[in-house]
């Protein structure tokens, strides 16, 4: 890297004049810290490789350097403010800061705000990406805990009033209810059973727990009730083990705590 003082240059002027010289030249500004990176690389060295490139480094920086300082420095190359005007800039901030201050001065000054074309695109790229960030988790924020709050009420409501878990009961155990009864359950085949089973009452135990009371269409199916008589009870097919197992399915849903089933 060259730094030299001197009047502003173009980089397409320099560049042009670096290939009348026979060297091939690279800008990179980095206007964080006011750097330029210059790459530069003698055209016939190019062609050449390995020892005999090292050999001309010595010579090519040489060349390099007045090659620079004929061009007036790259410091002054155009289009994003330039190492040297952003010194002046802030050297304009800088004195005139005292003045503001003072009451009976009156402060005149333009041009001192530094151009800095990448910076400040690469600035509003990252701003309006954190808004897009920001806007997408806001949404997803609001969006969560209102599905979540509506399904706790929910939950809350239904757990906390048994009459109203009863209705919610009554409306989907057919269903779940034709779901369970597989092998070596109660198969279903006609959906009778499935259709007869009502909650039709819920009390209290002494202990404070809720206890649903349900029946079913006991004839033909209470013959599958284990202790029955008859050789059709098994210890799989008791209706009374896939109804409780259908509405402890149905209240789980809605959180329910400690409760009882019974067959009337």
Known sequence: MYTDAG???KE?????????????ITII????????????EAEKDNREGGTQLKAKKAKLQSQIKLALKKLGGIENLKGSDSVKEKLIKKTRREAIEPFKKLAEATV????LKSKDTYSSAQKKAKVKATKAKRSSQRAGKKALPLQLKAKRQRAKSAASQPLQLLGILNKQLPDTIRKNMKEPALVNRTGTFADS???????????????????????????FEEGSSGNWANGNRDPRDLIDKSIREIAAE???GRF?????
């Open 254 to 256: 809605f959180a329910m």
């Open 108 to 111: 005149i000054a333009k041009d």
């Open 12 to 24: 397409a002027d320099i560049k042009k004049q670096m290939q009348a010289l026979g060297i091939d």
């Open 197 to 223: 089973v009502k909650v039709v009452d819920v009390i209290q135990t002494p202990k404070g727990y809720p206890s649903y009371g349900y029946t079913y269409k006991r004839n033909p199916y209470e013959v």
């Open 7 to 9: 009047d502003g240059s």
């Open 260 to 264: 009882y089933t019974r067959r009337l």
């Open 29 to 40: 500004k980095d206007s964080r810290i006011n750097t330029y990176t210059v790459e530069l």
